[in-house]
């Protein structure tokens, strides 16, 4: 069973940092290029970052300069470093991973809260 599972979200004061991270199980994705997604309330999920297999990152003009996105193949993992958060970075965040032309396998999203 193919699973994504994300974790280091949680509660931080404007300015502060987080390091997010999604370990996949179930299949091999170090071939795939793999996403980090968010969802506010009340707002469509939104791309937030992706990184290809071979390493190549790109970013929503709104993280870019404060988040990093990076991934250990060996482990399994992509990250997700947050730095200078902002209360408009209030969200769930999803990790994907794309099969083909489409974002198709997702993890069950991680609390982030950032606080004025």
């Known amino acids: 069973q193919v699973q994504l599972v994300e974790s280091g979200g949680g509660l931080v004061q404007a300015g502060g940092s987080l390091r997010l991270s999604c370990a996949t199980s179930g299949r091999t994705f170090s071939g795939n290029a793999m996403g980090w997604f968010r969802q506010a309330p009340g707002k469509q999920r939104e791309l937030v970052a992706t990184?290809?297999?071979?390493?190549?990152?790109n970013y929503a003009d709104f993280v870019k300069g404060r988040f990093t996105i990076s991934r250990n193949n060996a482990k399994n993992t992509v990250y997700l470093q947050m730095n200078s958060l902002k209360p408009e970075d209030t969200a769930v965040y999803y990790c994907?991973?794309?099969?083909?032309?489409?974002?198709?396998?997702w993890g069950q999203g991680t609390q982030v809260t950032v606080s004025s």
């Open positions: 990184i290809t297999s071979g390493g190549s990152t």
């Open positions: 994907a991973a794309r099969v083909g032309a489409l974002y198709n396998y």
